[in-house]
């Protein structure tokens, strides 16, 4: 019912930068909230940032300074311009939305097949 396509992983250098797109598509009424989360090697998947429809951003805390999500609500997009890359954000980063089809009362959530972000030192 909805689609999410991810794109702008790769390889960097540390100190390097990168920019993540994740489109949504499909039978969408309205998202509340988009962002992305990542699971590194042998690691739980954590929250990266997320924003809400009305809310302010949140962020891990190992990310707050370096990392910036911001949506296009009219492309249904969201994005995470990732500067100051160390090794450490080496993981498979994943988008999720928070989104109430048509025809639905409620709102479920919708992840991304994942895009690697390799982080070299």
């Known amino acids: 019912q909805v689609q999410l396509v991810e794109s702008g992983g790769g390889l960097v250098q540390a100190g390097g930068s990168l920019r993540l797109s994740c489109a949504a598509s499909?039978?969408?009424?309205?998202?509340?909230?988009m962002g992305w989360h990542r699971q590194a090697p042998g690691k739980q998947r954590e929250l990266v940032a997320i924003?809400?429809?009305?809310?302010?951003?949140i962020y891990a805390d190992s990310v707050k300074g370096r990392f910036t999500i911001t949506r296009d609500n009219a492309k249904n997009t969201v994005y995470l311009q990732m500067n100051s890359l160390k090794p450490e954000d080496t993981a498979v980063y994943y988008c999720?939305?928070?989104?109430?089809?048509?025809?639905?009362?409620?709102?479920?959530?919708?992840w991304g097949q994942g895009t690697q972000v390799t982080v070299s030192s």
């Open positions: 924003v809400p429809s009305g809310g302010s951003t």
């Open positions: 499909g039978s969408i009424f309205s998202i509340s909230a």
């Open positions: 999720y939305t928070v989104t109430q089809t048509r025809g639905s009362s409620h709102y479920a959530a919708y």
